[in-house]
């Protein structure tokens, strides 16, 4: 159920280990396109070879009708997505919308899957007497049940998903068997059986709130770092000769579709019960600003340079949430471009992943020269593979004289950045 | 300069390399015990042995004047304590005493090594201005500064000295070099040679802070998933499968010589630069109040029982601030102890490394059963490696029928506690 950035590989990894798969989608493109046996995401390597595969040797097939493959399945695997609304509250709507789905043409035996994100308790208080109602059967007896949450960074999820040990939390005790079972057999890694399905999804909640809340704290050094004259990235690397240290780097903000609602699952299952995760939320909100920050220091570049933002041509190189991903979901840059733009500048965007596509309702450029063309300021947005060499004696001939270079993601030296005559300023950085 | 946890060892081991070391140190004893070859920390592994052959083959010695060893020798290094004053304040007043003293005999040449943790900034605007003013020199000229700060772990020093690279941060190139080289040589261990003293002593704070922030982080989870049900030592050991997660666990609190006070230092001058480090502040606040949901835990457990804390006779098992260390110094067990006695409990203590001694001004019992017997309640303070196979049959029979269980650093299981007859209560435990 849903053939999005998780529910597709999930689709096509089991339809690659013998099983029989129908995906089901909301969507008529995403289902005409698997069905001619191509790949929506193109970012993901190794996935449009097996969804080829899969497609042609009749494995796996997809479907706008739930009806036919629900009743007849084994296992009902729900990959629906579950963001946050403009409030931060959870929307569980699509959970809600597809357990009703479920619930309606459940087989008796059968085994319901939730792979989506869900604050712990959701399972057991939202799918579980939505799947009852709508089936007139009990869950643990009649229809097992299990949380097993997608583990898988976007980018790497074919070789996430067959490496990266599962969490299975059963409502019952076969459930958990027999889903770790599935797992363990069709993708060939470890599972880690847990208590229930709330313990389940805490443990995927808990993962990546580390992941948040450890960018946070990196923002925050690099925040006061800037004050004092310290190299955050200096800091970080040497701390990182530590064995107890994990280092995790400050930049333009955190986006993506998992950390930015992640902590909000939390924090109202927190909220509900009385105990609000304040580190977590603190940490969330230091995030959602670093574009603010972003912003500030290509006024400061820019003003050294002698310039406005208002007036002045920059050109912002990496859209996309994380590098090497074609993935602008909540992507941070999207903030510094709005700003930029609100406050007069003339924008210009390149990204490898989306060449000549609409981002932010701009064409992105085809070529990296043709936005720098003439700057006033060069931004680093994202940290993608082409941005890690840049030549930027080159670069600083093609921005117009004495431009500004604002790095917020750690591409380049500031020493480098001065010797080609930039005026330089980086997130975390000293400014020479 | 300063002969404690940090000073002793470095002196010890810079003796055994073959340097010729005085250490000086403002305490009488610590001076007679230390040229009488003993050696005052009982918890580190290796270092007695060290202290005695180096005193006995004359390469260390101890003083109470500074003004000989400091006026002949090539390198003085400071390990003199850094604590926080009853506001949080950072109290510099021994690193401002022992600039004085090594300003007034410094010799043309040598260098000055701070080993002491201090705010990024403290040596440059603090200490080598003293040196200056009271030596007449000219730092970076006349004579060198370096920060290397201490990256120890309390009961493993003499092996993580001889091990864990350290931080060189010269004020100026030619200090940064030698000091280098000086560790390098007489510890066996590699160096990262880092800007200035102010990055140095960044790196030691960022690096202890993200402990700290962690552990506050675990604390969070564990005060909300105890609410809604869930085990966060389940949770967190299955998050410890995936490979950008790093464990910390949740607990009675932080203590110890670094972790409490550390991040004021980084807090102060971050306030003085008009920055506050948020997350820093409020993990410690996190950290600091979990000593009162110890005693919450506590009154619950007694609840449970039928009992009150009041009248209730309770024994503490571990008063150290962390495993297999003699060191209560600002141990969150302390305020606990402090809690229950207000609230009208008769406390009993037991710790292994503190038999027959007084702390917090009671006689730590010399056999675990002798604190344990007819108490109505054990709380468990400290994971020593005593306690990690605790008898909880036994145990359960030299206390009072149907006594209350409450581990604060998770050394035994809730099913375990309960199949004993204890009404048992854990830091993120489910009781049950």
Redesign the interface.
Known sequence: MGLGRVGLPTAALFAKAGAKVTGVDVMREVVEETNAGKCRLKDEPGLAQIIRETVKAGTLRATLTPEGPVSSADFVVMCVPTPVDETKSPDYSSIDKVSHTVGRFLKRGSVVIVESTVG??IVEEMVLPILESESGQKGGEDFGLASCPE?SDPGNIVKNMSS??R?VGGYDAVSTVLVAALYESAFGV?T?K??DP???N??KL??N???D??I??AN??A???E?????AI???N??A??????PHYPGAGVGGPCLPSNSYY?IS??VR???I????R??RE?NDRMPDHVVELVGEALNEAGRTIRESRIAILGVAYKPNVKDVQLTPVERVFSRLKEMGAQVQLYDPMFKGERVFGLLVRDKLEDAVRNADCIVVGTAHNEFKNLDLRRLSKIAKKGAAFVDARNVVTAAGAVQAGFAFRGVGRRPR
Not at 227 to 231: A, E, I, M, R, T
Not at 241 to 246: A, D, S
């Open positions: 712990p308790g583990r990266v040990p969490i470890k880690i847990v208590s709330k313990t389940a805490a443990v808990t993962e709130l580390f992941r809340v450890n946070a704290l925050e050094f925040l006061l770092y004050k004092l004259g310290v190299d200096e800091v970080i040497a701390c000769t530590k064995y107890n240290f994990m939390l299952e927190g019960a009385g105990n995760p304040y580190i977590i603190l940490a230091i």
